[in-house]
């Protein structure tokens, strides 16, 4: 507690400099139309260290976004915010239980457990915790720190995997379909999906500037002000002052990332780092910058951070710009 009281301070006091006039700037240049008032955030269940004015902001001031999976071809079964009414929604959820409770025993359960509580008979040897899927608090997000994510960010992970953990990429394995029956699944798992909440607004990530010498050295700058090397370090190894102290909200140690490690959990690609800079990781003291940050600096961050890789691998010339993998 004690402990994250301290990080908070120090990252906000390492913040403090941009936080005001960023606050603002980000928001206008977010929302391009007028800014409508910033929809309700529901109380994050323990939220770890978050910078408080983070925590208050939408990602997008666009609220009435609509929900790319409700409208994507392949059936997206039973996902709820369709404006349905309780029983309704009972029902779907019923239904969407049924259809992915089989996969989900055959695939997950040995990790993630038979309830999705995270305790399986392989979580004991996992190195990071599998998800609690019961709390519905995800890191690998699009929306603002401490909401549901939406039903194609579960898809996304359960498709790419998360690279340097045990979690695997089932898109070799399984079929789209499949995919969406277990997201569906997954979502059952939770009351936070099936209230009367309006849907959390979207990420909407720009397209990237060019990472020319500029970028990556105002990147760097930016890195300095907002405090990211009190966890990562100075030169980006995950070792700063206070990593080792980090724990996530299940207690278990956690460690920043090192930026010279080619394989980023959010992937290879610059737009997951995009996304984990602008969101958070809900969950671990991985902080949300949407509001420090303004869209251009934060693809400046990113470039600084990406500058830091070691030197492509074989692997890595075989990545898309998604970074998928090209070859089946
Ligand atoms: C070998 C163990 C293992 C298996 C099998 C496994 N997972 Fe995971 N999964 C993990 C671990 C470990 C994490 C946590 C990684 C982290 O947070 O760094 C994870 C995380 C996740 C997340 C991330 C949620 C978030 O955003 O925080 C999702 C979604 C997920 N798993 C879905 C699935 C589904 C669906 C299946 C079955 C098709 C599955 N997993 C099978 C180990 C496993
Ligand atoms: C309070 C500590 C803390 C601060 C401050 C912080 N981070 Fe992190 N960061 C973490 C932790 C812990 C993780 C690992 C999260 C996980 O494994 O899910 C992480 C993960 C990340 C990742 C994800 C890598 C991946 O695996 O996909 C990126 C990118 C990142 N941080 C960038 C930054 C940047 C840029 C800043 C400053 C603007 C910053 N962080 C500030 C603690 C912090």
Redesign the pocket.
């Known amino acids: 507690m004690q402990m994250q009281a301290l990080v908070s301070a120090i990252t906000i006091a390492m913040g403090c400099q941009l936080l005001l006039p960023h606050a603002a700037v980000a928001q206008g240049a977010d929302a391009g139309a007028p800014t409508p008032a910033a929809p309700s955030t529901p109380v994050a269940p323990r939220e770890s260290v978050q910078p408080q004015p983070v925590q208050a902001q939408p990602v997008q001031a666009q609220p009435a976004l609509p929900r790319p999976e409700v409208a994507l071809p392949t059936p997206a079964p039973d996902s709820p915010h369709q404006g349905a009414g309780a029983p309704q929604r009972a029902q779907q959820r019923a239904l969407a239980a049924e259809r992915g409770r089989p ?2 025993l055959k ?2 359960a ?3 457990g038979r309830d999705g509580d995270g305790h ?1 008979p ?1 979580a004991a040897a ?1 190195e ?4 609690d899927f019961t709390r519905g608090v ?4 699009t929306t603002p720190a401490g909401m549901i ?1 939406t039903q194609r ?2 898809e996304r ?2 498709r790419l995997g ?1 690279v340097g ?4 990429p ?1 898109s070799k394995l ?1 079929s789209p379909a499949e995919i969406t029956l ?2 569906g699944y ?1 979502m059952t798992l939770s009351d936070r999906f099936w209230t009367d909440e309006p849907p959390p607004p979207v990420l909407e990530i720009p397209a990237e500037p060019r990472a020319d010498a500029a970028s990556i050295a105002r990147g760097q700058a930016l890195f300095g002000r907002m405090g990211c090397p009190v966890c990562h370090g100075t030169q980006g190894h995950g070792d700063g002052m206070i990593a080792a102290a980090l724990r996530d909200d299940w207690g278990k140690p956690i460690r920043p990332f090192d930026f010279h490690s080619a394989s980023p ?1 959010g992937g290879p690609a610059a737009r997951g780092y995009y996304r984990t800079i602008s969101t958070g ?1 809900t ?1 671990t003291p991985m902080p949300s910058f949407v509001a420090l940050l303004k869209p251009d600096e934060r693809w400046d961050v990113v470039h600084y951070v990406m500058s830091l890789r070691a030197p492509r691998g074989v692997l890595d010339y075989l990545l898309d710009p998604a970074g998928r993998m090209t070859i089946p």
């Open positions: 996969l989900y695939y997950c040995t990790c993630h399986g392989s996992l990071v915790a599998p998800l995800y890191k690998f997000r994510p960010d579960i992970t359960i998360l953990t045990r979690m695997p089932w399984l277990l997201a997954l959990k990781h969950g």
